[in-house]
């Protein structure tokens, strides 16, 4: 009896220890149907949980209450008493750090039976969003887009594409997305899957302006983060503000150098990526850059200018050119010569005189030239000795002498003459002095002399008729002195002419400004002769051309012993006669006998 005993106890003592702890355990606390409680809906194998999960339990007929409690592998903790339909309780999971944990509920019913503990599989909180978030683009201008300040810039046109790429850090990471990007629509999703970090974005209707992209991480837990990146295109070029200038444009000025300021006022890149310099130019020569001040000076060429301003954005657009017109002038007018009638001192009255002056750009600025006159002695030196001064003949570079001015007195004297020549650009010169000879006015002449014979008998008996006509250019209200002279044709340089008649025409015998004159002469001695008609032989009365006072004539003097009767070398009648009667009987006498 005692033998059987022993066996069936020590049968008893090798089947416990060959069945699990466990479940052991849940046999001795599962009286009833302990088989039936179960998690409705998870959590699964692996699954990641973040924030508030509900916990749902299933089979829960004549169910009093639930335990539930949670374990990080080394704890049991509870976290809910469920006591009532619909058997569910929300569990913060915030409250527990990121790892693996596994959940178990045990059912109590009304008759105060228990099913034992039903476990869950292990699963991972997960309550920490991604982090070291970066957004980056590529193929910027300008500009890394971490700020506004430091805006990423592109000068894409609208079919261009614009990459982005992106990092994240996260245990569970799972897909990302970008919005508030330029043109139409927004990028796919990059995952869940395989995360390829990058967009490409070419929607092909790139418009000009700023956007803020925004990228959001996404793990599988449903933690999210977000990040953003600066980014604008900007196609146009900015609007140069209008300068300042040191000279007044369109007007001429004499000035080297042309200040400019002012150039940032008024200037703008409208909402583009901002101005970074300024450029200026001389008509068609090189830009040059004149920096962001928008401020300068530049060297200014004669002639009529385009001066060229323009405004370069931060990423190379160029503005349309702001033009301005200078003219610059700083050579002087030049004189041409004077331009003035004959003068004599017969003049009267207003005498015109111009100076013709040129100049090389903006032209003669008539009024504020001036010009001024003296009478000078010899034509020399820088001021007129006569008058003592410049005397102001008024502006312009034509005007009138006065007419208070008595010419009659002046034969002999110079008119002096200079000008202050001023251009538009206010270049101004004064002329040296410029001398004219005053003449006289009067010119006597001789004109139609003539002598009755050419051929005359030396000796007082035989005269011969001189006639001539005495003219003058003016009226003259004097006497003046006329003489005949003779030369043998035969003189030398040494040789006197010898007077052989002298005549005064009387006062007053010009008022018709020619006088004739008829004389009758005789050679003396035989030979040939100049005979020289001559007014005003001793040059007493001041005349503008003494060289036309003469007028020459020749003649033959016979010697009367020689030539009985010379008539001007036409021989006498009777022998004519009897020499063409000779001549005639030679001709016709006959031939002797041959």
Do not use: K
């Amino acid at each position: 009896m005692l033998s059987r005993r022993f066996i069936l106890a020590t049968s008893v003592v090798i089947l416990l220890c060959l069945v699990p702890h466990g479940a052991w355990i849940a046999v001795s606390a599962s009286s009833g149907r302990s088989d039936d409680l179960d998690f409705s809906g998870g959590p699964g194998a692996g699954q990641i949980l973040s924030g508030t999960y509900t916990v749902r339990a299933t089979n829960v007929v004549s169910m009093d209450y639930i335990n539930v409690e949670v374990s990080d592998g080394s704890t049991w903790s509870p976290i809910a008493n469920i006591t009532s339909a619909p058997w569910l309780t929300p569990w913060d999971t915030s409250v527990h750090t990121d790892g693996d944990y596994q959940l178990r509920i045990e059912g109590t019913f009304a008759n105060s039976t228990t099913t034992g503990w039903i476990l869950s599989p292990t699963f991972t909180i997960d309550n920490t969003a991604p982090t070291s978030l970066t957004l980056t683009t590529s193929g910027a201008e300008v500009g890394d887009g971490s700020s506004t300040i430091n805006r990423a810039w592109f000068t894409s046109n609208p079919s261009d594409t614009i990459n982005f790429d992106w990092t994240g850090s996260d245990s569970h990471l799972s897909h990302a997305t970008l919005t508030g990007v330029p043109g139409s629509g927004t990028p796919a999703q990059d995952g869940p899957g395989t995360l390829l970090n990058t967009w490409a974005w070419s929607p092909g209707d790139l418009s000009e302006g700023v956007w803020n992209p925004i990228l959001s991480v996404f793990d599988e837990g449903g933690n999210s983060a977000q990040t953003s990146i600066h980014i604008g295109i900007d196609r146009s070029g900015p609007d140069v503000g209008t300068p300042s200038l040191s000279v007044t444009a369109g007007t001429w000025t004499s000035a080297t150098t042309l200040i400019f300021n002012d150039l940032s006022s008024g200037a703008s890149d409208n909402g583009g990526s901002g101005i970074a310099t300024y450029h200026v130019r001389d008509s068609t020569a090189e830009w040059s850059d004149i920096g962001a001040a928008g401020f300068g000076s530049m060297t200014l060429e004669e002639g009529v200018r385009t001066i060229q301003f323009r405004a370069v954005d931060r990423v190379g657009n160029i503005g349309e050119a702001h033009n301005v017109t200078i003219m610059a002038d700083r050579t002087a007018p030049v004189a041409g010569g004077w331009i003035l009638p004959e003068l004599t001192d017969s003049l009267s009255g207003q005498v015109t005189v111009t100076v013709d002056a040129t100049d090389a750009h903006s032209g003669i600025d008539v009024a504020s030239c001036s010009l001024e006159y003296g009478f000078d002695s010899n034509g020399a030196g820088t001021t007129p000795d006569i008058s003592s001064d410049w005397l102001s003949v008024g502006s312009g570079t034509s005007n009138h002498l006065s007419a208070a001015i008595d010419w009659s007195t002046r034969a002999g004297q110079y008119l002096s003459l200079r000008a202050t020549l001023v251009d538009d650009a206010g270049n101004t010169v004064t002329t040296p002095a410029s001398h004219f000879l005053i003449l006289p006015g009067l010119d006597f002449s001789i004109s139609e002399a003539s002598l009755n014979r050419l051929v005359v008998r030396a000796g007082s008996a035989d005269p011969v008729l001189l006639e001539a006509s005495i003219e003058t250019n003016e009226f003259y209200s004097g006497s003046v002195v006329v003489r005949v002279e003779s030369a043998p044709a035969s003189r030398d340089s040494l040789t006197q002419w010898t007077t052989l008649y002298s005549m005064v025409i009387p006062a007053n015998s010009f008022i018709d400004q020619q006088e004739s004159i008829s004389v009758n002469i005789t050679l003396l001695s035989a030979g040939e002769f100049d005979l020289r008609v001559i007014v005003d032989p001793d040059d007493s009365i001041s005349e503008r051309d003494e060289g036309n006072n003469e007028e020459f004539l020749l003649i033959g003097a016979a010697d009367p012993e020689v030539v009985g009767s010379v008539s001007g070398f036409v021989p006498n009648l009777i022998l004519l006669l009897l020499a063409g009667l000779f001549v005639s009987r030679v001709v016709n006498r006959p031939e002797a006998a041959s």
